[in-house]
């Protein structure tokens, strides 16, 4: 069924109140065929997956289409494997839970992200030293012009930081119907990233395992990230960025303590989060948004913004990261 001016408010974890033209749901591939076959070919479409990652700021003049393709399916397993095929309309982190619950090891660092399954390669997900290209098999999406199935493998995703041939060269070409992931039955337990490691020892358990981590992460992001249940938001808003060493060098002049991670060309990513804290904005609110108080990475809706304004304030901040430390700040959330 198609329908007509319908309110995204539900459908976008910002909370943001905006039409979209039309407006389809999907459960499975032949239920996405019949509507692109029947749609008025002038409206460009959106696909919709958890709405996790976004940023509307008008209304849409789109055909927006709501990924519910559901279902998880064991599709090899051996004695140390099991790959996994997940509907891309699953949700992430209910997939999580569903790994963690049988003991299998690959993904439970990035618990408690939100979003869907099918948006996981879109982006790279990664979280707390993991991210999904390190246990991503394959996976399928339909060719919007042609209504065919095609099958990527990991070298085809062309994954990055954040980043994904979906994004890039093949943006707005494809749905991603199904997701697979191989995930180990002898799980390795990654608690490299500081903070997991002080959270488990704060839990006090005697056998770190998957679930372990899992909860760990769950606590970790409760603490500093707000449920977008409660208070809209998508997550980080903006990349960490990646500077040559000269700019580092520079900043460390009056910061000798500014968090960076060295990358494999000699460049340095940098967080965000700091810059925009140490800038004075943590905490700050224009309006009916602002930065989150517990991490500035994150800007939040407190009830009522209008998606332009959240893209104002995100400007205010990037104008000011790049005055006060020669770094420009790229926005991760996707502007509609
Ligand atoms: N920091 C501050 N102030 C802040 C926030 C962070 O000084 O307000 C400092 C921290 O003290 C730390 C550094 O910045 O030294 C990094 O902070 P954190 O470990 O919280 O991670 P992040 O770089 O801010 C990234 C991801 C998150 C992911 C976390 C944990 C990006 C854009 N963000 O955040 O991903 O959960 O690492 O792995 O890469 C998301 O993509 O939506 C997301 C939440």
Redesign the pocket.
């Known amino acids: 069924m198609i329908e007509h001016n319908i309110s995204l408010k539900p459908y976008n974890t910002f909370g943001i109140d905006v039409n979209a033209k039309s407006f389809g749901r999907f459960g499975s591939l032949d239920e996405l065929k019949d509507l692109l076959r029947n749609r008025d070919k002038e409206t460009p479409l959106f696909i919709l997956g958890g709405g996790s990652?976004i940023l509307l700021t008008k209304d849409l003049p789109f055909f927006v289409l709501k990924n519910e393709i559901s279902g998880i399916e064991i599709i090899n397993e051996t004695e140390t494997h099991v790959v996994v095929k997940v509907g891309s309309g699953v949700e992430w982190h209910a997939f999580v839970r569903y790994t963690v619950e049988k003991g299998w090891g690959g993904i439970e660092?990035m618990s408690l992200?939100?979003g869907s399954v099918g948006a996981s390669p879109m982006q790279n997900?990664?979280?707390?030293?993991a991210e999904i290209k390190d246990t991503f098999v394959s996976l399928e999406a339909l060719h919007i012009d042609s209504l065919e199935v095609h099958t990527f493998n990991r070298e085809q995703c062309q994954f990055g930081?954040?980043e994904s041939v979906f994004k890039r060269a093949l943006k707005d070409q494809y749905v991603i119907i199904s997701v697979s992931y191989q995930l180990s039955k002898n799980p390795v337990i990654n608690t490299t990233?500081g903070?997991i490691q002080s959270e488990i020892e704060v839990m006090g358990v005697s056998e770190i395992t998957v679930d372990t981590v899992s909860q760990a992460v769950m606590n970790?992001?409760r603490s500093?990230?707000p449920d977008p249940k409660v208070l809209g938001n998508?997550?980080?808003?903006?990349?960490?960025p990646v500077v040559s060493r000269e700019v580092l060098e520079q900043i460390a002049v009056n910061y000798p303590d500014v968090?960076h991670y060295p990358q494999e060309n000699g460049e340095e990513k940098l967080?965000?989060?700091?810059l925009?804290?140490?800038a004075g904005w943590?905490g700050k609110r224009t309006g009916n948004c602002g930065v989150?108080e517990?991490?500035?990475?994150?800007l939040v809706n407190y009830g009522g913004s209008t998606g332009r304004e959240i893209f104002d304030l995100s400007t205010s901040i990037i104008e000011d990261i790049r005055a006060k430390f020669g770094v420009t700040l790229e926005r991760?959330v996707n502007i509609l």
């Open positions: 990652n660092n992200i939100p997900i990664g979280a707390y030293g930081y954040r990233y903070a970790i992001r500093k990230l998508a997550g980080s808003f903006f990349k960490n968090p967080a965000a989060g700091w925009i804290e140490k943590k989150h517990k991490q500035a990475l994150v991760e």
